[in-house]
């Protein structure tokens, strides 16, 4: 894997101790460190994230279980304002269903934009699905990862978040994504371009870039919401040595990875959630009115064959 380190880890301590964990590490070993659902043991809702800009996404749903399963697909076009497209499937036991993202039932015009699905299980067994995407680019390179599922755990005063990433095999190019849902129910997600998840702020827990020596370089805030480009979209580069594949803005202003120094990682706190969306929160007093969820992806590629998307992490924020 390219990304080999993700951990998530108090702000104090990475400042302090420059502490950085293996992923796996974490797997059962107490509820504050605990890891993104890969989805290989069943779940109930599966998130991916998909593009078509010069590019293919494939969606991948198997039923593990011996019973029928209805599923309820929504994909959220962030090209076009977020806007919706969703259908129902029925999984038989067994089943497994390959969804090309440009030839879905409806035949939605979903060619050129991008975004991301989420797929709900409501009937069957609990845990009955796991899932998969992969994103082909026309040059050829290809991200493929586990779908990712969020799970609810108790959300200490703030988390900091650790994406590691390298030059191996000549890596230039990211995609450091982030996804913002609202849980509506067991059957459907909402996201909106007015519902994001913001990381760093400027002054008391900034967002740092960290070259192989670690010497930090203080970024901007990013916010992650459903929009293609611009400052708070859903697909983000890293610097300006690794920039974001499709020409989006980056995180950091700055060029890490140079002769001397061939691997970084950015230490992103998470601040607040983003909501201006009356359907999601009172826009006066802030409260939400259903639980939240973030999900997200890094994907590094030299654009010329060789690529890998790994999960960053996903979390629920419930009702803060």
């Given at each position: 894997?390219?990304?080999?380190?993700i951990?998530?880890?108090?702000?104090?301590?990475?400042?302090?101790?420059?502490?950085v964990?293996?992923?796996q590490?974490?797997?059962?070993?107490s509820?504050?460190?605990?890891?993104?659902?890969?989805?290989?043991?069943?779940?109930?809702?599966?998130?991916?994230?998909?593009?078509?800009?010069?590019?293919s996404?494939f969606i991948?749903?198997?039923?593990?279980s011996?019973?029928?399963v209805?599923i309820?697909v929504?994909v959220?076009?962030?090209?076009?304002n977020c806007?919706e497209?969703?259908?129902?499937?029925?999984?038989?036991?067994?089943?497994?269903?390959?969804?090309?993202?440009?030839?879905?039932?409806?035949?939605?015009?979903l060619?050129?934009?991008?975004g991301?699905?989420?797929?709900?299980?409501?009937?069957?067994p609990?845990g009955s699905i796991i899932?998969?995407?992969?994103?082909?680019?026309?040059?050829?390179y290809?991200?493929r990862?586990n779908?990712?599922?969020?799970e609810?755990?108790?959300?200490?005063?703030?988390?900091d978040?650790?994406?590691n990433?390298?030059d191996v095999?000549?890596?230039?190019?990211?995609d450091v994504?982030?996804?913002?849902?609202?849980?509506?129910d067991?059957?459907q997600t909402?996201?909106s371009?007015?519902?994001?998840?913001?990381?760093?702020?400027?002054?008391?827990?900034?967002?740092f870039?960290?070259?192989a020596?670690e010497?930090p370089i203080?970024?901007?805030?990013?916010?992650?919401?459903?929009?293609?480009?611009?400052?708070?979209?859903?697909?983000?580069?890293?610097?300006?040595?690794?920039?974001n594949?499709q020409?989006?803005?980056r995180?950091c202003?700055a060029?890490i990875?140079?002769?001397g120094?061939?691997?970084?990682?950015l230490?992103?706190?998470?601040i607040?959630?983003v909501?201006t969306?009356p359907?999601?929160?009172?826009?006066t007093t802030?409260?939400?009115?259903?639980?939240?969820?973030?999900?997200?992806?890094l994907?590094?590629?030299?654009?010329?064959?060789?690529g890998?998307?790994d999960?960053?992490?996903?979390v629920?924020?419930?009702?803060?």
């Amino acid at each position: 894997m390219l990304q080999d380190i993700i951990s998530k880890i108090k702000y104090s301590l990475v400042l302090a101790l420059m502490l950085v964990v293996p992923m796996q590490a974490f797997a059962g070993s107490s509820a504050f460190f605990e890891p993104i659902d890969q989805t290989d043991t069943g779940v109930d809702r599966l998130v991916n994230f998909y593009d078509t800009i010069g590019r293919s996404t494939f969606i991948q749903v198997t039923n593990t279980s011996d019973d029928f399963v209805d599923i309820h697909v929504q994909v959220w076009n962030a090209s076009e304002n977020c806007n919706e497209v969703d259908f129902f499937d029925l999984l038989t036991p067994g089943d497994t269903n390959i969804y090309d993202v440009e030839n879905l039932p409806g035949n939605p015009s979903l060619s050129g934009t991008t975004g991301f699905v989420t797929v709900s299980a409501f009937s069957g067994p609990s845990g009955s699905i796991i899932g998969m995407f992969r994103v082909i680019d026309d040059s050829g390179y290809e991200y493929r990862t586990n779908a990712a599922d969020t799970e609810f755990f108790d959300f200490d005063d703030f988390a900091d978040y650790v994406l590691n990433f390298n030059d191996v095999n000549g890596n230039n190019l990211s995609d450091v994504v982030g996804l913002t849902y609202a849980s509506i129910d067991s059957i459907q997600t909402f996201a909106s371009p007015n519902l994001g998840t913001q990381f760093g702020e400027s002054i008391s827990f900034q967002n740092f870039i960290f070259d192989a020596n670690e010497f930090p370089i203080s970024c901007s805030p990013a916010i992650f919401a459903c929009v293609e480009g611009g400052p708070t979209s859903l697909n983000k580069g890293i610097d300006n040595s690794i920039p974001n594949s499709q020409g989006y803005p980056r995180i950091c202003n700055a060029s890490i990875l140079n002769e001397g120094n061939n691997a970084g990682w950015l230490l992103l706190p998470f601040i607040t959630h983003v909501c201006t969306d009356p359907t999601v929160c009172d826009t006066t007093t802030g409260e939400f009115f259903f639980d939240v969820f973030f999900v997200g992806y890094l994907g590094l590629n030299n654009g010329n064959g060789t690529g890998s998307m790994d999960s960053w992490w996903g979390v629920s924020f419930e009702l803060l």
